[in-house]
């Protein structure tokens, strides 16, 4: 007898049918209150997409407490049909995935940006592979801050190794480099230790003193036989070299670049343009016209974003605008504005692990045009 096989849309059907029931408090047999409001629920569906709801049914109400009704909405329909809210905000979307990991709820996210806070769960979690090609090229520029955090613990061997490799990799030292591998294994020692004759074919052992070979790489690796094998034949070399170093086999990892930007300001007319100074080339490059008819204003450089804080425009006016240029595709975008307006103000940014945080402190605001007078600012504001 040969079986019957249902509709394609068979088992779509019946997971809107039952969020639709949840929704009109239909067969719902679990119930659990947020503030003022009331979620009526079937454990059935629940319990299938986690054994949280199973082992935590009488706690769920202070377990969703904490978030949003949005995002405990949406939690919700994907837990009853797999579907994520869409129009569910940057803000919501990463409260969305803290509460799907509080309740063991298996995802796959659905990334809208790249940056230094989910590049490396996208090169963990991700099939998408231009998205990963992003967070790859993010991950070993700034791989000197990411390889200290807890998402680069749980990468997959693989993918350490892939970073590793990459010519554009930006570290201070390839002692630097090593040390990340320690991190690494040593994180899950018992099972990743069998990793790591092929981690260290990533570590450019050439760049290493002698001194540091024995001292470091031999101690650490001495019970992986094909590691020791490789730094004993490597040692030789540089001993049979009058212990002087060797022409350096390897590429040196590059180096964080400094650049000096010079945005807008003021000689007959406003400048539109951008001046970048790269300190490798030892040349100044000017960029397009952006439009930017400032002078007097303030600028920040965040990931790959210049910028553009307050200023005076071409009607002596004190701005609150605050705008971005994305370095990547050359675009510019507006943020949300200053609360107060200001010129001829100081900027500092203050560098995090995985954020920056930049702030416009004091400067000046034109109250009378014409006089070109008005009040010097004593507040301070912060941009998240």
Known sequence: MSAVKPKSDFAANRTEYLYEAMKQQKFCDAIFFVRNRSYYVHMVVLSACSEFFVKNQYKLSATFSPFEFDVIDAILKYCYTGEIILGIDDHHYKKFIELANLLDVKISPQYRTVNLSNCLEILRLTDNSELKKEAMDMTVENFETLHKTQDFLNLSASTVIEILK???????????????????????????KNELAQLMSSVRLSLLSMEYLVKEVMKFCNSCAACVTTLRQEILDKI????????????????????????????LDLANTIDIYDGLKKSWTLSKNYGINKCMLGSAFVENWIIIIGGRNSSNQTETSVEYIDLKNGQKHTLKPLNQARQHFATVTLRRDLSSDVYAIGGFQITNTKENTGNILSSVEKWI
């Open 166 to 192: 990459s010519d554009y990799l930006i570290m201070p030292s390839e002692e630097e480099v090593f040390n990340s591998v320690k991190l690494w294994v040593n994180y899950d020692d018992a099972n990743r």
């Open 240 to 267: 049979s070299s009058n212990n002087k170093s060797l022409i350096q086999r390897d590429t040196p990892r590059r180096k964080k670049e400094e650049k000096i930007v010079l945005i807008g300001g003021s000689n």
